[in-house]
């Protein structure tokens, strides 16, 4: 069965704007999370969504901010974007919310100049 | 608080030889317990999981990691280690009672030939 699919794979935006990044998760899983990585920081929990509501935030600022569709479809949208958020923004999928393990996608890698 | 600790930044072996890469983790009930690797530019693979039973997991790729509840501890560890096994490898927790998962910093693996 198809994985997890992170669209788009690269980006480069610069200062001020907003970027949306998408994942569709394996046909199935309702649960998506959403992580950013960075060296310095590793990986940092920004939100998961389940069945469409939003139940476990990270501690990002409100610039960051996600949704779950109702075929499991996530998006991520960050505003006003800043130099520190160049990251790769990974995605993963999970269909018991996390206790079977997740499964991710290869990434959006997020420039901003 | 909810932490992983992966004391080594990075890992040299020979091929051939045994590997070991250390993840040590604080929670306040049950843990979930996974190991992850990472290709460059690519998501994360699941390679194994610890919810409860046996001490000793087996996983993916020949891997396996040994849960010691006293020490806090979930090493991974593969009897004999190939240089396909270079790559990055990040070890999660979960409290039973939460959904959030908790990561190591990561180890980088070297397997020269």
């Known amino acids: 069965k198809a994985g997890v699919t992170q669209t788009p794979r690269y980006l480069i935006k610069t200062r001020g704007q907003q970027v949306t990044l998408s994942c569709s998760p394996i046909s199935g899983h309702r649960s998506v999370s959403w992580y950013q990585q960075t060296p310095g920081q590793g990986l940092q929990f920004l939100f998961e969504y389940f069945s469409e509501t939003q139940r476990n935030k990270g501690n990002f600022p409100g610039r960051f901010s996600g949704r779950q569709f109702s075929n499991s479809r996530s998006e991520m949208n960050v505003s006003t974007l800043e130099l520190g958020d160049s990251a790769l923004y990974l995605c993963a999928s999970s269909s018991t919310g996390g206790s079977d393990g997740y499964t991710f996608g290869s990434g959006t890698r997020l420039t901003v100049v | 608080a909810q932490s992983v600790a992966q004391p080594e930044d990075q890992v040299n072996v020979a091929e051939g030889n045994p590997l070991t890469v250390k993840c040590t983790y604080s929670?306040?009930?049950?843990?979930?317990l996974f190991w992850y690797v990472q290709y460059p530019n690519r998501g994360l693979q699941f390679l194994l999981k610890y919810i409860t039973g046996d001490n000793l997991v087996k996983g993916s790729y020949g891997f396996e990691a040994e849960f010691n509840k006293s020490q806090t501890s979930f090493h991974l560890k593969k009897p004999s280690a190939l240089v396909s096994d270079s790559a990055l490898y990040f070890c999660?927790?979960?409290?039973?009672?939460?959904?959030?998962?908790?990561w190591g910093l990561g180890t980088s693996l070297a397997v020269n030939p």
């Open positions: 929670v306040s009930g049950n843990p979930y």
């Open positions: 999660a927790v979960r409290d039973i009672g939460d959904r959030k998962l908790i």
